[in-house]
């Protein structure tokens, strides 16, 4: 029934998976290219307008989320289940007989075998081969011959299912995947030290998400080593609900805080500015520059002066802005109000870089270790004032994802899987005894569905134990 | 000796393990490749002894941490897994052609470490985002697996000289093992592997997701492991179910070394987060 339905016939070929494995290859090289998910203007500053059409009708900017690679992903998904269906019903029967048989003869087909003599009688063997065997290999089934005996002895017969516990994997990791894009989020609050919010913004949404509880930040501090990179990011973060603490933990990057299934990660941080900056829009004399640093992942903030040399954190280099204009263009485009400004690596060349007052993300685009852009004067926090001391805000990622304990069994699934399917075999050996005048004649062979060369070594040493004398 | 100078030492070595592994080859004078075994295995030791000199370095300089957290430090891991797994090979097969095609790539990581004026040997402090423990179960697995793709390469280059060899012929490919068993080691060494980059990608998605939150992001290096992961997958279920074998899975495997090059090099040339393998 099933072979006769052409769209199981589809799914069903090996020929589709090396096909959907291939492209899914080919096509995840484009999003590795062209940045994901960055701001359409500078996209369209980068590729001009006709390729911005044809990438934006092709969903190139968020391809992983795109429909044809979900498609894609899709594809494959059914293609492995109906792939591991169809063999699971073909071998089955195979794998598990109702009763499993031996024939002495395969046996003796193999190419690999070991023989030799014992001046006993075959009667006189059986007990003590039969002890060996259980004790080196596992127990055996003894059965009679006209001239002796023969005892056969298999393990790991189920095995031969390994190659469908990794495709069952994949089937944990998408149910992960999809659980945690359907009933969770991903979202990212900044917290000035000292004050508390309920809610966050949704990362790729103009959306919030209420958390149901509060998350205060006490404190913040940055501790750097002597080089001044950065050592430590630390917030001391309280949760509250209905104004009472629930408990309060110092978060660390790879140390976040989980409170009713969301987690709170330390993502980034910033200084407040001393004056209150409410003024709607940009002035020269109130640059704040955001330096994203590649290497670390974080982010930040500095004020700019016109002509004054600012030092990018990490030793990343120098960066100065040199004027503001008003009306700037790039590649023949007009950009708006822009910021000119020189970065100088610590070792390279200086370099002139543009920040659009607008376009957040365009610098981007200059695939450089440091990413800098201007801040948006409405992104700022209003606060008063607090001469003297330092105010920092800390970035916090908020995140819950009900999926990943589904996609972690995923991941251990498969490792055992692969380790099954590639390192472990079904093993059968074969002991035959049979008489030869006073004496007898012993034959030793086994084999194995993979790596029959290591099972030929395996029956060689057992045949030493049953007395077979060196060459 | 600082472990800067032993491992410019060990450069060196692998430098005169691949020349005797070549002199070896083409004069087949088999006392040169009992010296470049010889040579490799001091390499080797030297090579852990560099690795683990400057692990015990960081500490005195008070910012201890296993020397795992650049592109200097990978490299020289690198080169120390090729070592380690080519003289396995060898000693298994008793073949010292492993080597030869082996050695070489081993030298050129440590070269490029060594020279390249973009890679500094200075021991660094790791910034927050690599302090955890997974850094060294990450970085581990991963470089096993590079490794043994590195020297399945390889053998598909040997493999692929071998077959233009006429029936009969005499001359270096005439030394180069059997097809069939060129074949069998590179199909070994994609099994060995891709165990191990599937256990990195898993470990660095765990790692992930305890660090920023998300155990896969799409960044350019997680998207291009993933690229290798699905080229080796191809090769396996290739030969597995359609029974490929030999100049296809050669080709294959050239072409999955390659992808494993750019997830290695070619990914900080990319904008994205996972830069810590950068200059």
Same mark, same amino acid.
């Given at each position: 029934m099933a072979a006769k339905n052409p769209i199981w016939k589809f799914f069903v070929s090996i020929r589709l998976t090396v096909v959907l494995l291939l492209s899914l290859a080919a096509t995840s090289i484009i999003g590795t290219l062209v940045p994901q998910n960055a701001s359409p203007e500078a996209y369209f500053h980068e590729y001009g307008a006709f390729l911005?059409?044809?990438?934006?009708? %092709?969903?190139?900017?968020?391809?992983?989320?795109?429909?044809w690679f979900q498609l894609l992903l899709l594809l494959l998904t059914v293609n492995i289940i109906t792939?591991?269906?169809?063999?699971?019903?073909?071998?089955?029967?195979?794998?598990?007989?109702?009763?499993?048989? =031996?024939? &002495?003869?395969?046996?003796?087909?193999?190419?690999?075998?070991?023989s030799f003599t014992d001046p006993r009688l075959p009667k006189e063997l059986e007990n003590e081969f039969t002890a060996i065997v259980t004790k080196?290999?596992?127990?055996?089934?003894?059965?009679?011959?006209?001239?002796?005996?023969? %005892?056969?002895?298999?393990?790991?017969?189920?095995?031969? %299912?390994?190659?469908?516990?990794?495709?069952?994997?994949?089937l944990f990791l998408i149910a992960g995947a999809m659980i945690g894009s359907m009933f969770g989020f991903e979202g990212y609050v900044n917290i000035p030290e000292g004050e508390r919010i309920?809610?966050?913004?949704?990362?790729?949404?103009?959306?919030?998400?209420?958390?149901? =509880?509060?998350?205060?930040?006490?404190?913040?501090?940055?501790?750097?080593?002597?080089?001044?990179?950065? #050592?430590?990011?630390?917030?001391? &973060?309280?949760? &509250?609900?209905?104004?009472?603490?629930?408990?309060? #933990?110092?978060?660390?990057?790879?140390?976040? %805080?989980?409170?009713?299934?969301?987690?709170?990660?330390?993502?980034?941080?910033?200084?407040?500015?001393?004056?209150?900056?409410?003024?709607?829009?940009?002035?020269?004399?109130?640059?704040?520059?955001?330096? =994203?640093?590649?290497?670390?992942?974080?982010?930040? #903030?500095?004020?700019?002066?016109?002509?004054?040399? &600012?030092?990018?954190?990490?030793?990343?280099? #120098? =960066?100065?802005?040199?004027?503001?204009?008003?009306?700037?263009?790039?590649?023949?485009?007009?950009?708006?109000?822009?910021?000119?400004?020189?970065?100088?690596?610590?070792?390279?060349?200086?370099?002139?870089?543009?920040l659009p007052i607008h376009f957040h993300n365009f610098d981007k685009m200059r695939r450089g270790k440091v990413v800098i852009s201007v801040v948006h004067q409405n992104e700022k926090q209003s606060l008063e004032k607090k001469p003297g001391k330092k105010r920092y805000y800390t970035g916090l990622q908020v995140v819950k994802d009900p999926g990943v304990w589904v996609v972690y069994t995923g991941f251990i699934v498969m490792i055992v899987g692969i380790i099954i399917t590639f390192f472990m075999s079904h093993q059968r050996l074969c002991v035959d005894v049979s008489r030869k005048g006073s004496k007898s004649r012993i034959m030793v062979a086994g084999t194995a569905n993979k790596n029959k060369l290591g099972m030929g070594i395996r029956a060689e040493k057992i045949a030493r134990r049953l007395g077979k004398p060196k060459n | 000796m600082n472990s800067s100078e032993l491992l410019s030492v060990v450069t060196f070595g692998y430098g005169i393990a691949a020349t005797l592994y070549l002199v070896s080859w083409i004069f087949q004078k088999p006392f040169s490749s009992q010296l470049a075994k010889w040579a490799s295995i001091l390499t080797v030791i030297g090579n852990l002894a560099g690795f683990f000199m400057r692990w015990a370095e960081s500490y005195d300089l008070g910012i201890g941490h296993a020397p795992l957290s650049n592109m200097y430090e990978s490299l020289v891991f690198f080169a120390l897994t090729i070592g380690v797994i080519y003289l396995f090979v060898e000693y298994r097969y008793r073949n010292p052609m492993i080597g030869t095609f082996s050695a070489p790539i081993a030298f050129l990581a440590m070269a490029y470490a060594s020279m390249s004026p973009n890679i500094s040997d200075r021991i660094q402090p790791l910034v927050p985002a690599l302090k955890s423990n997974w850094l060294i179960a990450h970085v581990f697995t991963c470089f096993l697996g590079y490794a043994a793709f590195a020297i399945a390469f390889g053998i598909s280059i040997m493999y692929l000289l071998k077959q233009r060899?006429?029936?009969?012929?005499?001359?270096?490919?005439?030394?180069?093992?059997?097809?069939?068993?060129?074949?069998?080691?590179?199909?070994?060494?994609?099994?060995?592997?891709?165990?191990?980059?599937?256990?990195?990608?898993?470990?660095?998605?765990?790692?992930?997701?305890?660090?920023?939150?998300?155990?896969?992001?799409?960044?350019?290096?997680?998207?291009?492991?993933?690229?290798?992961?699905?080229?080796?997958?191809?090769?396996l279920h290739a030969r597995l179910i359609r029974g490929w074998y030999g100049k296809k899975i050669a080709y294959l495997s050239v072409i999955g070394f390659v992808a494993t090059l750019f997830t290695y090099f070619g990914v900080n040339y990319l904008p994205g987060l996972h830069s810590y393998g950068s200059f």
């Open positions: 911005y059409r044809l990438f934006d009708i %092709l969903h190139i900017f968020d391809m992983y989320h795109s429909w792939c591991s269906i169809d063999r699971l019903i073909r071998t089955w029967e195979l794998i598990f007989p109702k009763e499993t048989s =031996f024939k &002495l003869s395969a046996f003796q087909n193999l190419k690999q075998k070991e080196a290999f596992g127990p055996p089934r003894v059965e009679k011959t006209d001239q002796g005996f023969s %005892l056969f002895a298999e393990k790991w017969r189920w095995t031969r %299912l390994g190659v469908y516990i990794v495709h069952s994997s994949i309920d809610h966050v913004q949704l990362r790729n949404s103009d959306r919030v998400q209420h958390l149901g =509880f509060d998350i205060q930040c006490n404190d913040f501090n940055l501790t750097t080593y002597k080089n001044g990179a950065p #050592k430590e990011y630390r917030s001391s &973060l309280t949760i &509250l609900e209905n104004e009472k603490t629930i408990l309060t #933990k110092d978060i660390i990057v790879n140390d976040p %805080l989980r409170y009713k299934g969301i987690s709170i990660f330390q993502s980034s941080y910033g200084e407040i500015p001393a004056e209150q900056a409410e003024t709607p829009s940009f002035s020269a004399d109130d640059i704040q520059l955001a330096f =994203f640093v590649n290497a670390s992942g974080m982010v930040y #903030k500095q004020k700019a002066e016109v002509g004054k040399p &600012l030092e990018i954190p990490e030793g990343m280099g #120098k =960066f100065v802005v040199m004027e503001v204009k008003e009306s700037a263009s790039f590649m023949g485009q007009n950009i708006g109000e822009a910021l000119i400004g020189i970065l100088t690596p610590v070792a390279g060349e200086p370099v002139e870089v543009i | 060899e006429h029936p009969g012929g005499e001359g270096l490919l005439a030394y180069l093992p059997e097809l069939n068993v060129l074949d069998d080691l590179t199909h070994r060494m994609v099994l060995f592997g891709f165990l191990f980059l599937s256990v990195g990608i898993i470990t660095g998605a765990v790692w992930a997701n305890s660090a920023w939150g998300s155990y896969w992001s799409w960044d350019p290096k997680e998207t291009w492991s993933l690229i290798t992961w699905f080229i080796y997958a191809t090769l």
